[in-house]
């Protein structure tokens, strides 16, 4: 799957009439996941209301013990701080990385602005070293785009009250 083809079918499920919230963001994780061989685990984590930390709040793949996860802490949580995409090419190299699993060789962390505001980000884990590239950068920035839009349009801020 291309990335125009994967924007088509993340603006249809955005669209359908027949999913909420929830099950968008699930459908979301499992289009990527099943359609990028390189993205072994995808999820979305968001702030936790007022709190300094971020919830999962759907993925796809194997499950994980780390549903919650502080601000600064981890790939996730420095994002959640620098508002910056963040590109791991190989996890071992970084001394803030929570290991979620022994697997996991890169990482790729995309913050999802609301409102000019880090409300959270998509997470992608992949098997592979230096498994993402700059494609990749921009279709999941894009992607978070379409979701904050949708959010903002199901009147689904906060995620997490």
């Known amino acids: 799957m291309n990335s125009s083809q994967a924007l088509e079918k993340v603006d249809q499920l955005i669209n359908s009439q027949d999913l909420d919230v929830q099950a968008t963001l699930d459908q979301i994780c499992g289009l990527l996941q099943e ?65 979620c699993s022994i697997n996991v060789k890169s990482e790729i962390v995309i913050p999802l602005f609301a409102e000019g505001e880090n409300i959270g980000q998509i997470d992608i884990d992949s098997h592979q070293i230096d498994a993402f590239t700059k494609e990749d950068e921009q279709l999941l920035t894009e992607i978070n785009t379409m979701i904050s839009q949708f959010l903002q349009k199901e009147k689904a801020l906060p995620i997490f009250a």
């Open 35 to 99: 359609n990028y061989a390189h993205y072994d685990w995808v999820g979305f984590y968001f702030r936790n209301g007022k709190k300094e930390e971020l919830k999962l709040k759907s993925f796809a793949g194997s499950p994980t013990d780390h549903n919650i996860i502080a601000f600064g802490k981890g790939i996730c949580g420095q994002v959640a701080v620098s508002n910056q995409n963040f590109v791991v090419p190989d996890v071992k190299a970084q001394e803030n990385y929570i290991a």
